[in-house]
């Protein structure tokens, strides 16, 4: 698959997932269910989880190599 593609489609999940999470706190508050709550944290825990991963990455490695140039250039 292409690398656009498959960003895209990441990106789509990860609104899907905070979606269901939305529909789960107000489902579960509208109606009382504490378990539709508790999905709805574990929806978004995911969310954050994984949005974070997909769009730190470029950041995390380009620091990684700021740091390794660093130490390289010191010794």
Known sequence: MNTVTAKIMKRLALLVVI???????????????????VVGFILEGAFWLFGARLFNRKSLHSKNHRADDLLINQT
């Not at 939305?22 to 539709?36: D, E, K, P, Q, R």
């Open 19 to 37: 979606c269901l999470a939305f529909v789960c706190y107000a489902m579960g508050n509208a109606s009382g269910m504490v378990i539709l709550i």
